[in-house]
């Protein structure tokens, strides 16, 4: 039997399954990974002042929504670090490249972030 012919949960289970292993990432994340701790702490502030500030949903919406972003580029992010040390602890140019790549990824989301907090508190 391959992993492709063993029978996949369905319906609830798949549902509830998908949730828990969800909920195991979230812990790994918070208990591995010190860059997505402080960016839940940014997060912790930037969400609140958010709801406060935006004047309408849409203002709102766009002052958080890139801080979600930030969490699920980081997320993701640190899923291509886990599988390339996974791979091997030794250097190599491809898994320098990817990890770089996440690392870009985590910045350009950052800019993100902040460039639209500036432009919709500026246009005040």
Same mark, same amino acid.
């Given at each position: 039997?391959?992993?492709? #012919?063993? @029978?996949? @949960? ?12 969800? =909920? ?5 994340? =918070? ?8 960016? +839940? ?6 969400? @609140? *002042? ?22 699920? &580029? ?5 899923? &291509?670090?886990?599988?390339? #040390? ?6 190599? @140019?491809?898994?320098? *490249?990817?990890? #770089? +790549?996440?690392?870009?990824? &985590? ?12 432009? &919709?508190?500026? #246009?005040?």
């Amino acid at each position: 039997m391959t992993i492709t #012919d063993r @029978p996949k @949960p369905t319906g609830f289970a798949r549902l509830r399954r998908a949730c828990g292993n969800s =909920w195991q990432g979230l812990a790994g994340a =918070w208990r591995e990974e010190a860059a997505f701790r402080q960016e +839940l702490a940014l997060a912790a502030l930037v969400i @609140p *002042l958010g709801l406060w500030l935006g004047r309408s949903g849409v203002e709102r919406a766009l002052l958080i929504a890139p801080m979600v972003l930030l969490l699920i &580029v980081e997320l993701l992010n640190s899923a &291509v670090e886990a599988v390339v #040390d996974r791979i091997g602890l030794e250097r190599h @140019p491809l898994s320098g *490249l990817a990890k #770089d +790549l996440g690392s870009a990824a &985590v910045l350009l989301s950052l800019i993100l972030l902040a460039a639209v907090w500036g432009l &919709v508190l500026f #246009d005040r």
